[in-house]
């Protein structure tokens, strides 16, 4: 495709390209490499003959294509086809994907410093949009974008020759270039230095990428794309390999005590950076962001949107490993969890699992956060089902404190049988447990305490059944607390 | 002053970019090697398949005579599009054209012609071009084109330059010049505005022995 | 007899210069630019001009197709139209499948639906016409009349195994029909001056846009986007399976 000029002096100022000046700096860099073209200067692509040709093997995540080991550079043909269709992105929830190759990340493209690499860029012709690609391996301007614009029912073919060892992000640059990567078209590319790199047991490929739906997270159905959340960067679902449960359970990834393991990590974004994460492991090398430089020892390391790592760890002990964007509400909120299953016996130097389980007791409750999430609807219900639900409740949420007698610590901890304070009045209870106690005194049978009781993240339902619960034991009896009772408090 | 900047920004990031265009993979020296890649990547089929010469309909040339594309048929021809008022890209095309008319040998000179076709089908009537061709010195061997808004935008489509018309009756275009076969198929496009006498001399001579 | 007979079809080419059947006048008005050149007010101007009512159907085109043949799918040049011209046809001049008769023409090249508006006595509509036009709200749209929504849905979903026909989307102000979420159309002048093919500018989103036509959101502009994105990665002998076209005329 050709580029305009404009003939007179000073036209030509479309405003979308009010340029910055490091896009002069850019400019300027480009034209002095023009200047020199004409000249019969020895360039780095000149150097390296490339001898034979092949065509690169392709795999889709979390498999790596195997390393070609150490070769001579050769010519690396490279084929992808764009494809837009509905997948599944979490269950019952569906959405239009636009991949390359047909899956979310796009395809793993592995070759080796030197290496040049003719790229086939096909959009299937049943497809709406037009597509590129934006290599980020590639040296030059567009990194193939320009090259590589094709409409439905096309293909284009450009070439480029890998001089920096590396992993790269690719992604289709096609305005506008947020959609594109939004809608999933995003992989990744390594580079190998020459001679391949260091020999590993396994290798992953996981690329992260967040989706902006129109129904809120778990909304059923073929979900549209949301624009206005895109651009305020609120996500309803944040996911390795394309979808919710794409690495984990049946297809958590599998190694063996013993093994190396090294995981190509790439970022797709559009918008959010990663704090990638594998609880129980540590990195003890990280290539960061993908680069040369190695660092040692890392829990948690950082991939920018567009960006990538390298990181390799040995698997010292078997069992079940939860991989993370350790920006946490994520993981747990809005899928960005994998899972890596190690088999093989324990070695109980290394990790010794649980040897005791004593009470700790420094002052405040522990809190879980297992607990199932309240009903929806606010029916009443018999004071025998809550007094069981509450026991449950009372067991895990505060009988660290007040003590499975209900009796608390003398001095310190309140007792709840038999007390006044809880018994005289159910709106107090409910209080305490909506909003907790900030160091306020409170007497209780007589006794002054001062201190602090944690605000619980308890819903409506599970303060009643406590309350219930507590109001009915230890010879306390009163009526049952229903939910509604607790959200007319909560609410005022 | 300062849109002044940024236009020129703008126009030398545009010549990198075509620069850029031939050879995607040499980043250090992006004009030194590298048109077998560019082909493969170029959007007109340089096969010369798709030849030129099957749009239909008249032209006026300079000396107000008609003539249909197809009687440019016979000799190789080196083709730009341009318009007689540019004051920057345009003459610079010309002047292209007119190297690699100064480089041929003496023997091929007439299995050569050049051929100029106006954006501008207002101001570039005939009388006009003959005034600009007078300017430029162009001889015997160049051939410039009037025609309607229509054709233009055919034959513009066709060698797949791209144009806009402007308010001020001026045009952004880009700029490209082609090598077509005897029968009009286009064998070369030189983009950008980097003389490539060079190159468009071997192409012309290994056209005219076919 | 014979010059008789030139004379009868002369008049029968000339004819539809004067039709406007199946066309609807679009009134003068401004639209604002998706680019913006600096220096420009902001507005361009669009004269008043017909308006085909509905995309050009595939029965429509295969009219044209009969009437000259060199438009056929096997004899038609590489220069005008690559090799999937036409093909959801059962052959050169038979459509095949009942269900597209009336659904948009696609995988039409650029030449060929030039002249088939030429055959007509009409022309492509240019860029800013087409924008123009578009750019009205519609009237009478079942998901509403926000245009942004119905452009982002039509993109969220796949295109369909069998093309709707025309006008089964949405009339908008000026009486035109699906002139989103149907097909993308040519336009005259598609290959005018373009952001670059880069898409984006060095160094992030630099698109300082003016916003769609008739005062639109930023949304819109997204979906404009998508249209300019598309129709530079086009060049004039391409055919694409949702991409169609319509005429417009001049008043006379």
């Known amino acids: 495709m050709k580029k305009i000029t404009h003939p007179e002096r000073s036209i030509l100022r479309y405003r979308w390209m009010a340029l910055t000046g490091l896009v002069l700096v850019l400019i300027y860099t480009a034209l002095t490499g023009c200047n020199q073209a004409s000249g019969a200067k020895t360039t780095l692509s000149d150097t390296a003959a490339v001898i034979g040709e092949m065509n690169a093997e392709l795999t889709h995540a979390p498999f790596v294509p195997n390393s070609r080991g150490a070769f001579q550079p050769e010519k690396v043909i490279v084929k992808i086809e764009v494809v837009e269709k509905v997948m599944k992105l979490a269950d019952g929830v569906d959405y239009t994907f636009w991949t390359f190759g047909g899956s979310v990340p796009g395809p793993f493209i592995r070759v080796q410093e030197g290496d040049e690499v003719e790229l086939h860029l096909s959009n299937s012709p049943g497809n709406k949009m037009p597509h590129n690609i934006d290599l980020h391996a590639v040296n030059g301007p567009g990194g193939g974008a320009e090259a590589t614009l094709t409409v439905p029912g096309h293909s284009s073919v450009f070439t480029f020759r890998v001089m920096n060892p590396g992993l790269y992000v690719y992604h289709c640059a096609t305005a506008p270039v947020g959609m594109h990567i939004a809608n999933g078209m995003y992989g990744l590319v390594l580079v190998e230095p020459k001679g391949g790199l260091p020999k590993v047991d396994k290798e992953f490929y996981i690329m992260q990428g967040e989706f902006y739906t129109k129904g809120k997270n778990g909304e059923a159905g073929l979900q549209p794309f949301d624009m206005d959340k895109a651009i305020k960067e609120q996500p309803e679902y944040v996911v390795f390999n394309g979808s919710v449960g794409a690495a984990t359970g049946s297809n958590a990834l599998q190694a063996k005590v013993g093994d190396r393991v090294r995981l190509y990590v790439g970022n797709g974004g559009p918008n959010l950076v990663s704090s990638f994460h594998v609880i129980g492991q540590i990195f003890d090398k990280v290539y960061q962001e993908g680069g040369s430089q190695v660092n040692q020892n890392v829990g948690t390391t950082l991939i920018p949107s567009g960006g990538a790592a390298i990181l390799e760890f040995t698997c010292h002990e078997p069992g079940t490993y939860n991989i993370v964007d350790h920006s946490i509400f994520r993981a747990f909120n809005q899928g960005a969890l994998a899972q890596l299953i190690v088999s093989g016996p324990e070695d109980k130097v290394v990790y010794s699992g649980k040897v005791k389980d004593e009470l700790y007791q420094p002052g405040s409750p522990e809190v879980s956060e297992s607990e199932a999430p309240a009903e929806a609807s606010i029916p009443d219900l018999p004071l025998a089902e809550r007094i069981k639900k509450g026991q449950v409740l009372f067991e895990t949420n505060c009988s660290s404190c007040h003590q499975p007698t209900g009796l608390g610590l003398p001095g310190a901890i309140p007792p709840l049988a038999q007390s006044d304070f809880l018994m005289n009045r159910q709106d107090k209870g409910i209080g305490v447990l909506l909003h907790g106690l900030n160091n306020e005194a409170i007497t209780v049978n007589g006794n002054h305490y001062q201190g602090v009781m944690p605000q619980l993240p308890l819903s409506d339902d599970q303060i009643a059944n406590i309350l219930s619960y507590v109001r009915n034991n230890w010879g306390n009896k009163s009526p049952v607390v229903q939910e509604k009772e607790v959200k007319k408090l909560r609410n005022q | 002053m300062k849109n002044n900047i940024i236009a020129w920004g703008v126009i030398i990031s545009i010549m990198a970019l075509s620069c850029h265009k031939k050879s995607a993979f040499a980043p250090l020296s992006c004009c030194a090697k590298g048109d077998a890649i560019a082909a493969s990547s170029l959007p007109v089929p340089l096969d010369g398949n798709a030849p030129v010469y099957q749009l239909q309909g008249k032209w006026t040339d300079a000396h107000n005579r008609l003539l249909e594309l197809n009687e440019l048929k016979g000799k190789v021809q080196v083709v730009a599009m341009i318009f007689t008022h540019c004051g920057y890209a345009c003459p610079r095309l010309v002047q292209d054209m007119k190297a690699i008319e100064d480089s041929l040998p003496a023997a091929e000179k007439d299995n050569v012609g050049y051929v100029l076709i106006s954006f501008d089908s207002e101001r570039d009537v005939p009388a006009q071009l003959h005034r600009f061709a007078a300017q430029q010195g162009l001889g015997d061997h160049w051939v410039l084109l009037h025609g309607n808004p229509g054709q233009v935008r055919e034959l513009s489509m066709l060698l797949n330059v791209k144009y806009q018309k402007l308010d001020d009756g001026n045009f952004n275009h880009s700029n490209s010049i082609f090598i077509l076969d005897r029968n009009g198929g286009v064998r070369q496009s030189l983009d950008g505005l980097d003389p490539q006498t060079g190159l468009a001399i071997n192409t012309i001579h290994r056209l005219i022995q076919q | ?252």
């Open chain 3, 1 to 252: 007899m014979r010059s008789l007979f030139a004379l009868l079809l002369l008049g029968f080419i000339s004819s539809p210069l004067q039709d406007h059947s199946g066309m609807i006048k679009i009134p003068a008005g401004e639209l604002r630019p998706f680019l913006l050149l600096a220096g420009q007010n902001g507005r361009i101007k669009v004269h008043s001009f017909y308006l085909d009512i509905h995309a050009v159907t595939n029965d429509e085109f295969l009219q044209f197709v009969k009437a000259n043949p060199r438009w056929k799918r096997s004899g038609v040049s590489r220069a005008f139209a690559d090799s999937n011209y036409l093909k959801q046809w059962a052959g050169d001049i038979e459509i095949g499948d009942d269900r597209i008769r009336n659904s948009p023409v696609t995988n039409i090249s650029w030449f060929a639906a030039n002249a088939y508006c030429k055959w007509k006595g009409k022309r492509l509509p240019t860029m800013d016409e087409w924008e123009y036009a578009a750019g009205a709200p519609p009237v009478n749209a079942k998901r509403g009349r926000d245009l942004s929504r119905i452009i982002l849905e039509w993109y969220d979903h796949p295109n369909p195994a069998v093309l709707p026909v025309v006008g089964s989307t949405y009339k908008n102000r000026f009486g035109v029909y699906d002139m989103h979420g149907l097909i993308w159309e040519w336009v005259e002048d598609f290959n005018s001056v373009m952001p670059g093919s880069e898409n984006r500018g060095p160094g992030g989103n630099p698109f300082v846009c003016g916003a769609g036509a008739l005062g639109t959101a930023n949304k819109e502009d997204y979906a404009a986007y998508m249209r300019y994105a598309f129709r530079e990665s086009l060049q004039a002998a391409y055919t694409v399976g949702g991409l169609g076209f319509r005429c417009a005329q001049d008043i006379e």
